[in-house]
């Protein structure tokens, strides 16, 4: 790179979607800069890598995708690596020992420093206290398909879940002002985006700390009036936070789709209160079977934490009877990672290792009969489907009302269709959580 040529930055994002979202303004942040953003690695003379830190396993990859980002500029091919997003919050002190040679670091409340700390020289610590603010998500450089998008409502969080970093990462519990939320919705359906994935580290807990009668509900219902939307879908749904007026709007609104991501973690008393997730089995079953009765078409969505301290034979049991009982649409399973700074590092009853793996893998296999038997029910049914695009080794690819992107199955189309495109069709095969659908003849 000269003095006359733009710096060329690869950005690599790793972790959830509210990270993704994080890139994304990040992204826009460099581009407004006068960087051109989407080199390859190898090509670029920074690397940008904003990163997960919420679970071992996380934080492992993180620091490969760091030691890779510095091979290159060891090379002499970037010129410099700077390292953003979760991990800088969690280990801030630590991350320039673990990988020798980070130019710089930006915390995640700092993004809108990220040029300053591409286009500088020497070492940069860019770190703000966690719970400054929401962050204005609105004019991003967006890294998803053209018609589907992230919407942030929140940031981060208040519950005292004993397992969990988040609250130390991302700070307390802050809706973003309704205003904002609606404007950068209309902003994403303007750009193309046609499906909404609601996110947030806890989004039924939206507008409790506002002013006034402002709540998740109400949202989603102006929301739905939006031009050019025809699916919002409600993901990191708590499960404590569901009013009666949710639930009505799951039912009744037109664009809002019968779907909800509801992570549950457990369904035991005795280890839901170890877990400190401040809800009980019966109010689990309540909810869900209030889903169910009053939401046509519902899919429900969950994740599960197995090998928590004092989880005993007894307690997994109850939890793998649940699942075959209740037979959820999808299901996520976890083997419990003690992390540090976290009051369930203390507790007594550690469960072994072997142990974790066994008990996910026959959970995940009681989940995986039931959702091949669901597959091969739906042989013959009408649906709708999303399409994505043609995948580089295979079919077409959509997905149905109760698919959310990257974290469901989807559907295999027998016939390519423009992607961004609903369209109708039969499900006519199923291979192992995939549906197979022939879409209906173009007029």
Not at 4 to 18: H, I, Q, Y
Not at 344 to 370: F, P, S
Not at 400 to 425: F, K, Y
Request: negative net charge; charged residues 25%.
């Amino acid at each position: 790179m000269t003095s006359t040529e733009p710096c060329r930055v690869a950005l690599v994002s790793l972790g959830c979607p509210k990270n993704l979202v994080d890139s994304e303004k990040i992204a826009a942040h460099l581009a407004e800069a006068g960087c051109l953003v989407g080199a390859p690695m190898d090509e670029a003379d920074v690397i940008v890598v904003n990163t997960c830190g919420f679970l071992s396993a996380a934080r492992d990859e993180s620091l490969e995708v760091i030691t890779e980002a510095l091979a290159y500029k060891q090379s002499g091919q970037a010129r410099r690596v700077v390292v953003a997003g979760c991990l800088v919050n969690r280990d801030r002190e630590a991350l320039f020992a673990a990988a020798e040679g980070i130019d710089a670091v930006v915390g995640v409340n700092n993004r809108s420093q990220i040029a300053q700390a591409v286009l500088s020289e020497g070492r940069a610590t860019l770190i703000g206290a966690a719970g400054d603010g929401v962050g204005d998500d609105r004019g991003r450089f967006r890294l998803t398909l053209p018609h589907t998008a992230y919407l942030r409502i929140s940031e981060g969080c208040s519950r005292r879940c004993t397992f969990c970093t988040i609250p130390a990462i991302r700070g307390p519990f802050r809706s973003k002002p309704p205003q904002d939320v609606l404007a950068e919705a209309r902003e994403l359906a303007a750009s193309g985006a046609i499906e909404l994935n609601i996110i947030g580290q806890d989004t039924t807990n939206y507008g409790s700390d506002l002013a006034g009668e402002t709540n998740l509900a109400r949202l989603l219902r102006e929301m739905d009036g939006i031009d050019g939307v025809a699916w919002i879908r409600l993901l990191y749904a708590y499960p404590m936070g569901f009013s009666d007026e949710l639930v009505d709007v799951l039912a009744e609104a037109e664009h809002v789709a019968p779907y909800v991501d509801i992570p549950l973690q457990h369904i035991a008393d005795g280890i839901l209160k170890r877990m400190g997730r401040g809800v009980r089995r019966g109010g689990i079953e309540t909810l869900l079977e209030t889903l169910r009765r009053r939401v046509e078409g519902m899919t429900i969505r969950t994740t599960f934490i197995v090998g928590f301290p004092g989880e005993g034979e007894g307690e997994f049991e109850e939890l793998l009877t649940f699942v075959e009982t209740f037979r959820f649409d999808a299901v996520g399973v976890f083997e419990y990672s003690p992390e540090e700074g976290t009051a369930a590092v203390g507790l007594d009853g550690a469960v072994a290792d072997e142990i974790k793996a066994e008990r996910a893998q026959r959970l995940m296999l009681t989940q995986q009969a039931i959702a091949f038997e669901a597959n091969a029910a739906a042989v013959g049914r009408r649906i709708d489907v999303l399409v994505d695009g043609e995948d580089n080794s295979g079919p077409c690819i959509a997905r149905h009302i109760g698919q959310a992107p990257e974290i469901d199955s989807v559907c295999l189309l027998t016939e390519a269709r423009p992607p961004g495109q609903i369209t109708s069709g039969e499900v006519v095969d199923w291979l192992d959580y995939d549906l197979v659908v022939r879409p209906d003849v173009e007029d």
